[in-house]
């Protein structure tokens, strides 16, 4: 029946993601969320970015960014550096360390899936978008919070 071969598409996906988070944290000692941060802030001017904006480039929670910002920083991939003009601002820093780390790790899954994308065309990423709507209609997700980024931390309901 089709909706077995839906579901086991469905599981390839999840499984996938899972996957590629196991390995990026076994090879390389940090989470996807980490490395999308330190993907950030390398290409950012200077290399640097404020809290505020990372947050809005991940999608994610104030206290969830802090606390990747803080796991980055006790591996010495970022370090925090107060705005020089004000006292309350604090930049976030890509290290040296955290470049040569980015330079060593393979693109992500949502890297490649953005790739794939552009390459499609208008018609269909129409129809793509019209098909994944009415699969989160049938799973009851559509007014769930989701970052635009795919981390399996929230396909888990695990937060970083």
Do not use: W
């Not at 796991?71 to 930049?91: G, H, I």
């Amino acid at each position: 029946m089709k909706y077995i071969e839906i579901l086991v598409k469905l599981r390839k996906i999840i499984r996938s993601i899972n996957l590629e988070s196991k390995k990026i944290e076994k090879e390389f000692g940090i989470s996807i969320p980490q490395l999308l941060v330190l993907k950030y802030l390398s290409d950012q001017n200077d290399y640097r970015a404020f809290a505020k904006d990372i947050k809005g480039y991940i999608n994610l929670n104030a206290s969830t960014v802090s606390g990747i910002i803080s796991r980055l920083e006790s591996k010495n991939l970022v370090y925090k550096m107060t705005k020089p003009n004000d006292k309350r601002a604090t930049y976030i820093i890509l290290t040296a360390k955290g470049a040569d780390l980015l330079h060593k790790s393979p693109p992500t899954l949502q890297e490649k899936l953005s790739q794939r994308l552009k390459k499609l065309t208008p018609e269909q990423i129409e129809e793509l978008d019209r098909n994944i709507e009415l699969l989160t209609l049938i799973l009851n997700v559509e007014d769930m919070d989701a970052a635009p980024l795919l981390t399996i931390e929230e396909i888990t309901n695990h937060p970083e």
